[in-house]
């Protein structure tokens, strides 16, 4: 075989992966792209072009009524407004708690280490659904914080929005992928800085965070991810307008017999943020996904 024989299937290889690679990619971008331009359509031209790539297109007569709609009446500002303080806070304490109990699990060594991730490993198989009602019993037991006026207990903590985060500012995939990470950083770094003086936490803060951040960029991603689709725990500890996340308000709206063009708009709003998230932080979350944060 000549070089212009092997230099032709390489090139040929080439290109039968960037076929398949556009394939996969128009499977995952020709939905949102109907999502969106539905968006901007009447029901009648969504239902009129469906048969055809004008569906994917935004050509045609197009509007903003049905973002109108939503804004208007759909109480989407204040279900915009819970989800980002719920899903903040969440995003900012799991990176904070998994982060430093991970960090004792890789890099401290300490009695029961190995059991205690043997224990974590085992939790990541038991999915919510099953800790679902013992942990709505137990929250329903416990008092909850009110803000105002000042700061004081309240009888309980349904209708808040810390019963939405608590339960899930510790998650045991997120201590993984820390511990993951952190485990094959050099240990060199803190033997060089604890005979500096440093003590376990300000090796954690200086060294540690500000060489792990694709593995912070992954846990806040997924977390992110977790919480802004959150919809059966919000139904299940929330009866109160004022305190409801974006997703359980779809419920709401689809009450007020919304046209499909407007159901697409509201579909449309609440996936905007989130690719917005994973565009700022991809760098980061593929340089962890293709380095050692998902090491087996």
């Given amino acids: 075989m000549n070089t212009a024989q092997k230099d032709f ?4 290889r080439i290109a039968g992966k960037y076929l398949a690679l556009t394939l996969v990619a128009l499977v995952f ?3 949102i792209a109907f999502m969106l331009v539905s968006s901007l359509k009447s029901s009648d031209a969504i239902f009129s072009d469906l048969r055809s790539w004008r569906a994917f297109l935004p050509v045609g007569e197009l509007t903003l009524d049905n973002v109108r709609y ?3 009446r759909g109480n989407f500002q204040r279900y915009v407004v819970n989800s980002i303080i719920i899903t903040g806070i969440t995003v900012l304490m799991s990176v904070a708690v998994n982060g430093m109990a991970a960090y004792a699990l890789a890099r401290l060594q300490w009695r029961g280490r190995g059991m205690v991730l043997m224990l974590v490993v085992a939790i990541l198989i038991i999915p919510f659904e099953a800790i679902a009602i013992p ?3 137990l929250v329903s037991a416990l008092p909850g ?3 105002s006026g000042g700061i004081h207990l309240t009888d309980t903590l349904f209708n808040t929005h810390l019963v939405q985060i608590l339960p899930f500012v510790a998650s045991p995939f997120s201590i ?3 511990y993951q ?5 050099p240990r060199e770094l803190d033997e060089a800085a604890r005979m500096d003086g440093a003590t376990p936490f300000q090796v954690f803060t200086r060294i540690i965070l500000p060489l792990s951040k694709p593995v912070i960029a992954t846990v806040a991603i997924l977390q992110f991810l977790g919480m802004w689709n959150q919809y059966l725990w919000p139904i299940m500890v929330v009866q109160s307008a004022d305190v409801r996340p974006v997703m359980p308000g779809i419920q709401e709206f ?3 017999n919304p046209a499909w063009g407007q159901i697409m708009a509201y579909a449309a709003m609440v996936t905007l943020p989130v690719l917005t998230v994973f565009a700022i932080f991809q760098r980061w979350f593929i340089q962890s996904v293709a380095g050692t944060g998902v090491k087996g």
């Fill in 181 to 185: 990470f952190f485990r094959d950083l």
């Fill in 254 to 256: 689809f009450n007020r």
């Fill in 9 to 12: 299937q390489r090139r040929a």
């Fill in 176 to 178: 993984f992928l820390f």
């Fill in 29 to 31: 971008v020709l939905p």
């Fill in 135 to 137: 942990l709505l019993m």
């Fill in 145 to 147: 914080i009110g803000f």
């Fill in 70 to 72: 939503v804004l208007d």
